[in-house]
């Protein structure tokens, strides 16, 4: 049963400290994506990858959001310097096309 | 836990009941739709698509209609079963991978 798959679950940090969510697209998948959902702005795409190269990061804080795919096994979102704003939970997706996108369970973060 | 905006619309059902969700989708030249069940805690699953050449697609106990004059989506579910409470997502996208999502619709079913 194929699935992707993210790490950590939950996350509790102290406002200043850096996190790195971690995520495993389907076997086969070219495309990855990022998405934060919150309970004011629903689910927002912040960035997302077509083989490994980004496409289109314009819905992420580029000062202090990064996203990153070293390899086709693994997509990592990191916040340095993270805030109490970014509490949310981050979803992880992959497809392969424009086939359906399949989500992850996605990381909880929360930011003292 | 919880994830969705407060203020969602919320339908609720009766158990064995057709329940009926729609989404108005915002861009006209949309080409490709798809609904999402996400239940508390989980992330947001696939339920059906659907492409814009067509105005109608059946699954197991879904139904999808599309009406792009009135770029209009809407999600029947036969038979509603207290598994299908949920929060429910209409996205579109054009011709690319970049899923716009809606804003959800809650499902509460009562038995």
């Known amino acids: 049963d194929a699935r992707v798959t993210q790490t950590p679950r939950h996350k509790v940090t102290e406002m200043g400290q850096e996190v790195t969510m971690r995520c495993q697209p389907i076997?086969?998948?070219?495309?990855v994506f990022w998405y934060r959902q919150t309970m004011m702005q629903g689910l927002e795409l912040l960035a997302y990858?077509?083989?490994?190269?980004?496409?289109?990061d314009s819905g992420m804080p580029k000062d202090r959001f990064s996203a990153e795919m070293p390899d086709a096994t693994l997509a990592t979102l990191k916040i340095q310097p993270s805030e109490p704003r970014d509490s949310a939970v981050y979803f992880c997706?992959?497809?392969?096309?424009?086939?359906?996108?399949?989500f992850g369970p996605g990381t909880r973060l929360t930011v003292l | 836990g919880e994830s969705v905006g407060l203020h969602l619309p919320t339908l609720s059902v009766q158990e064995g009941d057709n329940s009926i969700i729609n989404c108005a989708y915002s861009?006209?030249?949309?080409?490709?739709f798809i609904w999402y069940k996400q239940e508390s805690g989980k992330g947001p699953q696939f339920i059906i698509d659907?492409?814009?050449?067509?105005d109608k697609r059946q699954g197991q106990r879904v139904t999808v209609l599309l009406n792009k004059t009135v770029k209009h989506l809407s999600l029947q579910i036969a038979a509603t079963q207290p598994g299908d409470s949920a929060v429910y997502f209409c996205?579109?996208?054009?011709?690319?991978?970049?899923?716009?999502f809606g804003t959800g619709t809650r499902l509460q079913v009562f038995p």
């Open positions: 997706a992959s497809g392969l096309g424009q086939l359906a996108t399949f």
């Open positions: 076997l086969g998948h070219n495309t």
């Open positions: 990858f077509r083989n490994r190269a980004p496409l289109d």
């Open positions: 861009n006209s030249a949309s080409d490709y």
């Open positions: 659907i492409r814009s050449n067509m």
């Open positions: 996205a579109e996208t054009l011709n690319t991978d970049k899923l716009i």
